[in-house]
């Protein structure tokens, strides 16, 4: 039975596929729909029309949905409107990212009639409208954060009810409160009450590389002793030595002080994020501090463990340990020229592709993520092809190679000992370290050009379409307020609400993925 709202007025922007489902629906229920225009941004719209309830698509008008939902969310707030996403192919990280980004409801599609009466305002707290999209979808099974990595919690559901939940000292709606509070927080659900990573055998091992960072001698001495079992360790005595051993090396897993001269352990995470190959490390916070928001703190900047310094070897080797799991079974797998299936933000493409090329691989490689699909064949240490898709972008050979090394999804390796590479292929070790030294350089380039020219900042709206699906607020913050056309990058950090500390290393992120480009004078 339909329920009857009354008077409600809603602001319709699901573009023209779904417009007329999504109009007749609001009809039924007492609401009269109004049609979005084509040009203005939502904040705009919203202001003009007023409306009580906002219908938003994945893509409007060239834009990610969640794109035009973060400008306009203080406007939305201040009226307690109810956005209700149209996201028809929506997976569950989806789902949280719309919740994050202020909707108050995800609809996946025509058939499904969601209640209105019992939509929650988008001011109402994130685990509160999750817990009502659960209820929706009678979400069944358990829901696990930060799956693999010492993080690791977990929520069960039962006919969308939650029946239990616990995130390090944190339990029930506070635990589930906890765990959504991070940006892009993993998420897996399965329909079993327990979930756990467990290591393939049968392989070679990888031989793990760790990097302890750490001022106070003694307890870097400490540390390193306890992690010898596990690999070969280093230290560095504070961060910024720490960080330019991570920039020139490749490690598996680096422990880190929060509290360190010259650059401490937040600093240190900073830089790490946004070097395209120190950021695959995986890295361990210690500090003299056991904080529940200490925790959540480091899982946003970018950690995948907190502890805190106890001198216990078993604690510290045991969360080491867990955090060598994902790249320990992926390689074990390849060695025995099996398949395997690969969460690439667990081990990074860039440590991924030297496996397939130390382990003299053969085969091909498929992954995809949010801004496209990728293939990667290799035969025996070679490079065969490379093919990017992305939008109707298409790219071959190093340049995909390039693109795929930034993709953050899902990849799946299918050995075919027949795969043969040209003459002249190159060597994938030779490619790689070719790569990344352009990579830098480029990226320092396109980065000093673009902080001299902002007023010459264009959007590529395809591409920031799929860019805004899972993008970070902090990003579709710096997406919208590029598309105001700031003309400097004091201005440019202003409009986002961002210190130019944080607007900076995501314009380069843009940039590298051609969401945005610098237009040509003339």
């Not at 050979?397 to 795969?419: I, Q, S, T």
Request: hydrophobic share 45%; with cysteine; glycine share 8%.
């Amino acid at each position: 039975m339909a329920v009857q709202i009354g008077s409600g007025r809603a602001l319709v922007m699901v573009g023209p596929t779904f417009s007329s489902a999504v109009e007749g629906y609001l009809v039924s229920q007492a609401v009269l729909p109004i049609a979005a225009k084509e040009g203005p941004a939502l904040r705009q719209q919203a202001l003009e029309s007023l409306p009580d309830y906002v219908f938003l698509g994945d893509v409007f008008a060239g834009r990610g949905g969640r794109e035009w939902l973060v400008p306009a969310m203080e406007l939305l707030g201040a009226r307690r409107t109810r956005v209700v996403a149209y996201a028809p192919d929506a997976g569950l990280e989806e789902v949280v990212a719309w919740l994050s980004a202020g909707a108050s409801a995800v609809w996946h599609g025509v058939d499904e009639r969601p209640d209105l009466a019992v939509v929650p305002a988008c001011t109402a707290p994130l685990s509160q409208r999750f817990l009502a999209y659960a209820e929706a979808q009678r979400l069944t099974g358990t829901l696990t954060f930060f799956p693999g990595l010492p993080f690791e919690g977990s929520a069960r559901f039962e006919y969308g009810q939650l029946a239990e939940a616990s995130l390090g000292a944190a339990t029930g709606v506070d635990a589930l409160a906890d765990a959504l509070s991070v940006d892009e927080v993993p998420l897996r659900l399965e329909q079993r009450d327990t979930v756990q990573l467990r290591p393939v055998s049968g392989g070679t091992r990888h031989r793990a590389r760790l990097l302890v960072v750490e001022d106070d001698e003694a307890v870097r001495s400490l540390v390193m002793k306890q992690l010898e079992p596990l690999g070969e360790v280093v230290g560095a005595a504070d961060g910024l030595e720490g960080w330019a051993m991570a920039c020139g090396g490749e490690f598996d897993v680096a422990v880190a002080d929060l509290a360190m001269p010259r650059l401490d352990g937040w600093g240190f995470l900073r830089r790490l994020r946004h070097h395209p190959l120190a950021r695959e490390t995986a890295v361990l916070v210690l500090s003299a501090q056991d904080d529940m928001r200490d925790t959540l703190e480091a899982a946003k900047a970018g950690a995948r463990a907190y502890l805190r310094k106890s001198g216990r070897s078993r604690e510290l080797t045991d969360a080491v340990a867990k955090l060598l799991v994902p790249r320990q079974a992926v390689w074990e797998a390849l060695a025995r020229d099996d398949g395997c299936e690969v969460e690439l933000p667990h081990v990074g493409p860039h440590w991924l592709v030297r496996a397939l090329a130390e382990l003299d691989c053969s085969g091909v490689l498929h992954a995809e993520d949010v801004m496209g699909r990728y293939e990667l064949t290799v035969a025996h240490g070679k490079l065969a092809s490379a093919v990017a898709q992305t939008g109707s972008f298409r790219f071959e050979g190093r340049m995909a190679l390039d693109a795929l090394l930034a993709a953050v999804g899902h990849a799946r390796f299918v050995p075919n000992p027949d795969v043969h590479a040209g003459q002249n292929a190159g060597w994938l070790f030779s490619t790689l370290d070719e790569l990344l030294a352009t990579e830098l350089k480029a990226a320092k380039s396109r980065l000093e050009h673009a902080a001299r020219a902002v007023d010459r900042l264009s959007v590529v709206d395809e591409l920031a379409a799929l860019f805004a699906t899972l993008a970070s607020k902090h990003e579709l913050k710096v997406l919208a307020a590029l598309r105001s056309r700031p003309s400097t990058l004091d201005e440019l950090s202003r409009q986002a609400a961002l210190p130019v500390d944080e607007t900076t290393p995501v314009l380069a992120d843009l940039l590298r993925r051609g969401v945005v480009t610098v237009q040509v004078e003339g």
